[in-house]
């Protein structure tokens, strides 16, 4: 019989990719073996060059992965959200950990050690959530890789100002409203550049009418330039 934690656990991770598709005795048998802990705000989850032991789920929250400038600034390289996995490419590879992650948000995290990990990748369902979420992580990375080598600021603020409107962009009868708050420091951690430079291209785009600023939001008038601007036609594709 299962006791109340399991249960609960079970009922949980029952909801939550790859479990969601899992047969009933397939969860009953890991739902013992797995934890899912609380996380502050900006608390620090590993360090570069540590082991990594943990393969983590995120239930809800954020984290984001980041690397440390030779000038000592943080370095966003990817923002993850629930449903992303966190060290699926270490466990795989048996490396420690090559960046910092840091909490976003009250978060909460499915937590697998190492052996159950190995026993859940032979199951068909989870080998195929792993596999598109080292293939988005990928994606994310080689995007990311490639704004920092090829592109121009304005041009990764762009992007970065348009994948916003994306994921939390409200349409309004005179643009799209990004509903998220956001500080120039944290754009500048997200596309390595400084707030200064932030500001700057923020107040010109701003004085042609391409954004504009409402209850401490952004607001974009303009997404066809912005587009242009950042050379995707569809910075979500």
Not at 30 to 42: K, L, P, T, V
Not at 60 to 69: A, D, E, N, Q, V
Not at 108 to 132: C, G, H
Request: net charge positive.
């Amino acid at each position: 019989m299962k006791t109340t934690k399991t249960q609960k656990i079970s009922e949980e991770i029952s909801r939550i990719e790859p479990f969601s598709s899992a047969e009933d005795d397939v969860i009953s048998a890991f739902a013992n073996r797995i934890n899912i802990n609380s996380y502050r705000d900006r608390q620090t989850l590993f360090l570069n060059g540590d082991p990594c032991d943990t393969f983590y789920i995120i239930v809800s929250g954020g984290i984001s992965l980041y690397f440390i400038s030779e000038e000592g600034n943080e370095v966003i390289f990817s923002e993850l959200q629930p449903g992303d996995a966190v060290g699926e490419i270490e466990f795989a590879l048996n490396y420690r950990h090559s960046s910092n992650a840091v909490i976003c948000g009250a978060t909460r995290l499915l937590e697998i050690d190492r052996k159950t990990f190995n026993e859940l990748s032979t199951i068909p369902q989870v080998a195929s959530y792993l596999m598109r979420t080292i293939a988005r992580k990928l994606h994310r990375t080689m995007m990311f890789a490639e704004g920092m080598a090829l592109y121009p600021l304005e041009t990764r603020l762009a992007r970065l100002l348009l994948n916003l409107g994306a994921a939390h962009g409200r349409s309004t009868s005179d643009g799209i409203l990004i509903e998220k708050p956001i500080s120039q420091s944290r754009m500048g951690q997200l596309i390595n550049a400084s707030r200064p430079r932030i500001n700057a291209q923020l107040q010109a785009w701003k004085s042609k009418r391409l954004i504009g600023m409402r209850q401490h939001r952004i607001i974009i008038f303009n997404k066809k330039s912005l587009q242009i601007i950042s050379r995707h036609s569809d910075p979500a594709a």
